[in-house]
């Protein structure tokens, strides 16, 4: 019995310690956030401004550092930006923002014939150029145009245009 304490006790210290350090991290974001040097990003203040922010400095970045490649998900709620273990040497990467977050209230409608979900991959270099054009020339609005492609037994594609007006 006392042998396995001595095996133990590093353990428990190490994960004492990481407990402490998680309590102390936590304590400095609240004590950050009272003093109004860290905003906490709020539902009701965020929209399309806040939203570019975002997208622009937060999560596209990080995503363009691991892969050229990510795939969006519109839905009803919410907007998941993912990028697959192939594009990201390994990684699976998710996120997913409230569609409060990057739009307007109730500028933001979306329809589909899947449950109102639209998936589709992008270059994430373009959706950063676009976005960063958008903020410098504070831009109103942002309109996204799908095109469905049918591929035929040929290999020849028609297109189908769809508009999503945010």
């Excluded at 970045?61 to 839905?75: A, I, M, N, Q, W």
Aim: proline share 3%; glycine share 6%; net charge negative.
């Amino acid at each position: 019995m006392l042998a396995n304490r001595e095996y133990y006790a590093p353990l428990l210290e190490e994960e004492e310690a990481a407990m402490q350090e998680m309590q102390r991290a936590e304590e400095a974001q609240k004590a950050a956030e009272a003093s109004g040097v860290v905003e906490t990003l709020d539902k009701e203040k965020a929209g399309s401004g806040v939203g570019i922010r975002v997208l622009e400095k937060g999560f596209l970045p990080t995503f363009e550092k691991l892969g050229k490649r990510l795939v969006l998900l519109l839905g009803p709620d919410d907007i998941q930006i993912i990028q697959a273990m192939a594009e990201a040497e390994g990684l699976h990467i998710a996120a997913r923002l409230a569609k409060e977050v990057v739009f307007e209230p109730d500028t933001y409608t979306i329809e589909s014939r899947c449950r109102d979900y639209i998936a589709f991959s992008c270059d994430i270099g373009l959706i950063t150029k676009v976005l960063s054009s958008a903020s410098i020339n504070e831009a109103l609005t942002i309109d996204i145009r799908l095109a469905v492609r049918t591929m035929t037994a040929s290999g020849s594609s028609n297109l189908q245009a769809i508009s999503i007006d945010p």
